[in-house]
């Protein structure tokens, strides 16, 4: 009983989602297609990161500016 509880438990933990944001200094330069990354930089307004969807080979990607709360999001730097 005690292993099918702590299984339950596990999985559960597993499978919850990550609460913060990344938020890059810039855009990288490869994306999976549908994968996102936030980016912080001058193209947006103060207040709003640049939301960078990937595509499928040949589309470009979408980008939007959006708002993220402060304590969703974190400061990071982007790897080439």
Same mark, same amino acid.
């Given at each position: 009983?005690? +292993?099918l509880v702590?299984a /339950? %438990?596990?999985s559960?933990?597993? $499978?919850?989602? $990550?609460?913060?944001? @990344?938020?890059?200094?810039?855009?990288?330069?490869?994306?999976?297609?549908?994968? /996102?990354?936030? /980016?912080k930089?001058?193209s947006?307004?103060? %207040?709003? #990161?640049l939301?960078v @969807?990937g595509? +499928?080979? %040949?589309l470009?990607?979408?980008?939007?500016? #959006?708002?993220?709360?402060?304590e969703?999001?974190?400061?990071? @730097?982007? @790897?080439?």
């Amino acid at each position: 009983m005690r +292993i099918l509880v702590s299984a /339950v %438990g596990l999985s559960c933990f597993l $499978c919850l989602p $990550c609460s913060a944001q @990344t938020i890059l200094k810039s855009e990288p330069l490869m994306l999976a297609p549908y994968e /996102v990354a936030f /980016v912080k930089d001058a193209s947006c307004p103060s %207040g709003k #990161v640049l939301k960078v @969807t990937g595509a +499928i080979r %040949g589309l470009h990607r979408r980008k939007a500016c #959006v708002a993220l709360a402060g304590e969703q999001a974190s400061l990071a @730097t982007a @790897t080439p």
